[in-house]
């Protein structure tokens, strides 16, 4: 389940309603907008499932697959309702069922140059990972490794067996100098040229710089950690999008 500050409240939900972007499939039903953070609900019909012990345990099911799916830094707001009854799906089936529901934001034109797939690091990784390798600039990251920016419709479909399943990858060394601090991994599934974790930076030089400091620099203190995670998508908005009050 997510916390109560990543749920929508009433007037969230209706506002979306009214001006939210939709998505079919023969399960679900979603409405999505850009917004200043992710929140999210999910609604299930009387008619749907009739009894609520049940509807509150599919309803679990679904808000658990989708917190595997959905990075937290994603910003934007979901309602979704459920449309016929999934209780009798496998997990790996309604992940895919929601990922097939998900495919149609990526197919925005409005927002498709603005999704990436990344590995976010558990949290026993993410400690293992602070306790081995002590950050050098204010900045801290430590958090996840970016799997392929830029996602399209074909990487989409390339990738979606992966989104919301557990991985792993190994690190190799760390790198640093006056602007930022990466640590080098080996990994299976990654675009990069050279796939890494973004551990700190200083200020005004963003995630991004990892790439140029790996490039730059080819001597790096070895140090093998094996790390795990979840694949998971993140949506950013773009910057023309303007963010209504409500």
């Known amino acids: 389940m997510f916390p109560r500050a990543q749920r929508l409240n009433s007037v969230a939900v209706a506002h979306i309603q009214k001006k939210g972007i939709r998505s079919f499939t023969p399960f679900f039903r979603m409405m999505f907008l850009p917004a200043s953070e992710f929140r999210i609900s999910c609604v299930i ?3 749907v499932i009739s009894r609520r012990i049940d509807r509150n345990r ?3 099911r679904i808000l658990h697959t989708l917190k595997n799916i959905f990075h937290i830094k994603t910003i934007f707001w979901y309602v979704i ?5 999934t ?3 496998s997990l790996d089936e309604l992940r895919i069922e929601l990922l097939n529901l998900i495919y149609k934001q990526c197919t925005e034109k409005s927002f498709n140059k603005n999704i990436y797939i990344s590995l976010v690091l558990d949290k ?4 293992l990972l602070r306790n081995n390798i002590a950050q050098k600039h204010k900045n801290s990251f430590y958090h ?3 799997v392929i920016y830029n996602l399209d419709k074909k990487d989409f479909k390339t990738y979606k067996n992966y989104i919301g399943t557990q991985s792993s990858i190994k690190t190799k060394g760390v790198c640093f100098d006056e602007k930022g601090q990466a640590a080098l991994v080996k990994a299976k599934l990654c675009e990069a040229e050279f796939p890494h974790i973004t551990l700190s930076c200083i200020d005004g030089i963003g995630p991004f710089y990892s790439n140029e400091l790996l ?4 001597n790096y203190t070895s140090i093998a950690l094996s790390l795990s995670g979840t694949i998971k998508l993140t949506f950013i908005k773009l910057d023309s999008v303007v963010l209504e009050k409500i």
């Open 124 to 127: 026993q990784s993410e400690a």
């Open 144 to 146: 996840h490794m970016t």
């Open 81 to 85: 309702y459920l449309q016929k009854d």
């Open 215 to 218: 490039k730059n620099n080819t």
């Open 45 to 47: 019909p009387k008619k």
């Open 58 to 60: 599919e309803k679990r």
């Open 87 to 89: 209780s009798t799906l």
